[in-house]
T-cell receptor, first 115, second 111 residues
C-alpha cells in the first residue's frame, strides 16, 4: 500500500465515548500532522510530529490526545468530545528538513460526528 | 503567523478560464502551494512556487509575486471534473516546513 491511509473514514460517537483515529504513511516521510477541517474555514493545524517527537501543539483541548509510536503511524485519541468537534480530521506527512516540492501528502480524512 | 485570503466561491462555464487569487501576509515564507480537494476526498498537490513568476503545468498555471504577497491559480479549458475546492497554502520557514492554509475557493463548473 502507498500514500497516507486514514481509518475509519466515518465515525459517529457520543460525547462520553472514547475512540481513536489512525493514520499510516508508506512514503518514508519523517514528519506527520493532524489538521481539523470545518466547513468554510481554513485547515487548522492541531499537532506536528517530527522524528516521532511532538514539536507543535496548537492550543488544542486536552480531549484530543495524539500519539506517534513510530515514523509511520500517528493516532488521535478522542474522549468526552463536544458537538463542535464534529469535522473532517486530516492526517498528512512530509519529509522534514528538505525543500520539499510537494509539501504534504494527505490522507482522505475521517469524518467525525459527535452526537 | 500567516494570514491567507482567497475568495469563497467562483462559478464558470465548461471550456472557460478561471483565475483564483490568493493574498498572504507572513512572518516567514518558504514557498506557496496550491491543492485541489474534491468533496469527501484528500487534498492533492497541484503546484508549488517559491520564486517569482509563472509555473505552467498543462491546463493549470500558478503565479507568485513575493513582494506583493500575491499568487493566483489559473485553470484553463475548464472541465466538469474541475469542480472542487482549491486551497492556497504558504510554507513557513521553520525547520519542518509547516503549511498554513487559506479557507479554500469552491469552483463550480457549469455546462
Amino acid at each position: 500500500e502507498t500514500g497516507v491511509t486514514q481509518t475509519p473514514r466515518h465515525l459517529v460517537m457520543g460525547m462520553t465515548n472514547k475512540k481513536s483515529l489512525k493514520c499510516e504513511q508508506h512514503l518514508g516521510h519523517n514528519a506527520m500532522y493532524w489538521y481539523k477541517q470545518s466547513a468554510k474555514k481554513p485547515l487548522e493545524l492541531m499537532f506536528v510530529y517530527s522524528l516521532e517527537e511532538r514539536v507543535e501543539n496548537n492550543s488544542v483541548p486536552s480531549r484530543f490526545s495524539p500519539e506517534c509510536p513510530n515514523s509511520s503511524h500517528l493516532f488521535l485519541h478522542l474522549h468526552t468530545l463536544q458537538p463542535e468537534d464534529s469535522a473532517l480530521y486530516l492526517c498528512a506527512s512530509s519529509q522534514e528538513g528538505r525543500e520539499s516540492y510537494y509539501g504534504y501528502t494527505f490522507g482522505s480524512g475521517t469524518r467525525l460526528t459527535v452526537v | 503567523g500567516q494570514n491567507i485570503d482567497q475568495p469563497t466561491e467562483m462559478t464558470a462555464t465548461e471550456g472557460a478560464i478561471v483565475q483564483i487569487n490568493c493574498t498572504y501576509q507572513t512572518s516567514g515564507f518558504n514557498g506557496l502551494f496550491w491543492y485541489q480537494q474534491h468533496a469527501g476526498e484528500a487534498p492533492t498537490f497541484l503546484s508549488y512556487n517559491v520564486l517569482d513568476g509563472l509555473e505552467e503545468k498543462g491546463r493549470f498555471s500558478s503565479f507568485l509575486s513575493r513582494s506583493k504577497g500575491y499568487s493566483y491559480l489559473l485553470l484553463k479549458e475548464l472541465q466538469m471534473k474541475d469542480s472542487a475546492s482549491y486551497l492556497c497554502a504558504v510554507r513557513d520557514n521553520d525547520s519542518w516546513g509547516k503549511l498554513q492554509f487559506g479557507a479554500g475557493t469552491q469552483v463550480v463548473v457549469t455546462p
